[in-house]
């Protein structure tokens, strides 16, 4: 006779990416009942390029966009902030000086999350070479690692939450 045991847990593969979703449901459930509601977004435009990045540097993501033969807008994201969050600049040395490529890697007590530094963004435009992370309510980055494009993986650990956070290749 053989034995019953109990099988461990496995791990939720998509909690992190359930609490991410949850902080956007959260975040859209504060903003106007409908987009057309938004002040900026009224005017009819050809809209041409888009780009995402955090223009004043408090954590939340703002858009700009560029139109044929209008002044650019930029959305100031003012809606609530859903958790907490870190922006993380990477500065290649071996590897080029955005960092461009790298693989950023991210744990906290919620889960693990992977992104890749980039800037690819719409028509003739460039998103923020900055990567950033919603933590929801994580009170500390356990562990940070970085595989950058020259093969050298950097790992930081116990990181504090809610910066702009630069990290050189070594
Ligand atoms: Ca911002």
């Known amino acids: 006779m053989i034995a019953a ?3 461990a847990p496995e791990a939720a593969p998509f909690a992190a990416v359930e609490r991410e979703l949850a902080d956007v449901a959260r975040v859209l459930a504060a903003l106007p009942r409908r987009i057309s509601d938004i002040p900026a977004l009224q005017a009819t435009r050809v809209g041409r390029g888009l780009a995402v990045a955090d223009f004043d540097n408090d954590g939340n993501l703002d ?16 809606g609530v902030r859903a958790g907490n969050w ?3 600049r990477a500065k290649g040395k071996k ?11 991210l744990e906290t007590s919620l889960g ?10 719409s028509y003739l435009s460039s998103n923020d070479i900055r990567v950033h992370f919603g933590l929801g309510a994580a009170k500390i980055i ?16 116990n990181v504090a939450i809610n910066q702009i956070l630069v990290i050189e290749e070594p």
């Open 63 to 78: 858009v700009a966009i560029s139109s044929v033969n209008m002044k650019p807008v930029l959305l100031k994201n003012q």
């Open 142 to 157: 356990q562990r940070i690692e970085v595989a950058w494009p020259s093969g050298t993986k950097q790992v930081l650990t």
């Open 95 to 105: 590897s080029n000086a955005f960092g461009l490529g790298a693989a950023v890697t």
């Open 112 to 121: 693990k999350q992977v992104k890749e530094i980039t800037n690819v963004a």
């Open 5 to 7: 045991t109990a099988a």
């Open 86 to 88: 870190i922006m993380i």
